[in-house]
């Protein structure tokens, strides 16, 4: 569940930066549209002693409103003090909720309820024991190209280990194992090869591996 809740709250967080990602776009198009406007009437000559046909947005009454119209569609009634973005409480949040349901992604949405990934879980062992041996036979996949195309010994290592950390099928012990002494081999982790020669030679001697191994 706790695991659940923070990717949700992740994709919450990333909702909301899309959301407020469009609200710019759209601010920035309203400017737009405003200042195209004013340059067909000939400029726009704000209060005071501001130049004619300023485009500066803090000079334009219109577009100035709207943008404060939007911060508080989006975020609501925040109070103008440091990290504001992270206020907890809920009018200041309000703005959020409203911004996420007008793009479906309101808190009924299956997709930020923690609930709907956990339902999702197998339970039954059958299908737990299927993804287990999928998951082994990958990293003995991954082991083999890391080493023979790759020539990444350490990664390929680390593959064949957690395999065999992870009770594979007996189809995949010897030839993990083979492959870990040959990596071992090419590292000069003597101690290691020495080790899984061992366990080759006593636990598979009939094994056509073998001769290989003992003249190594």
């Known amino acids: 569940m706790d695991y659940f809740k923070d990717y949700v709250a992740k994709l919450k967080a990333k909702a909301e930066a899309e959301k407020e990602k469009a609200a710019i776009a759209l601010q920035k198009q309203g400017l737009a549209q405003n200042n195209a406007g004013q340059n067909n009437v000939g400029g726009f000559k704000p209060s005071g002693s501001t130049p004619v046909g300023s485009s500066f947005y803090f000079y334009n009454d219109q577009t100035v409103a709207y943008g ?15 990290n504001w973005r992270w206020s907890n409480r809920r009018g200041a949040t309000q703005g959020i909720e409203n911004a996420l349901a007008e ?17 999702q879980i197998p339970s039954e062992k059958k299908t737990i024991d299927s993804i287990a041996k999928e998951r082994n036979f990958a990293y003995f996949q991954l082991g083999l190209i890391y080493k023979e195309k790759f020539k990444e010994y350490e990664l390929s290592k680390t593959k064949f280990i957690s395999l ?39 636990n598979y001697p009939r094994d056509p591996l073998c001769p290989n191994i003992k003249s190594s």
């Open 68 to 82: 404060k119209n939007e911060f508080t569609r989006i975020w609501g009634d925040r109070e103008n003090r440091d």
């Open 103 to 119: 793009n479906d992604l309101a808190e009924d949405n299956e997709f930020f309820d923690a609930g709907y990934y956990i339902a």
């Open 164 to 202: 065999l950390d992870n009770e594979p099928e007996d189809r995949l012990i010897l030839p993990s194992k083979y492959n870990l002494f040959k990596i071992y081999e090419i590292l000069g982790l003597t101690t290691e090869m020495e080790r899984v020669k061992n366990e080759i030679t006593t």
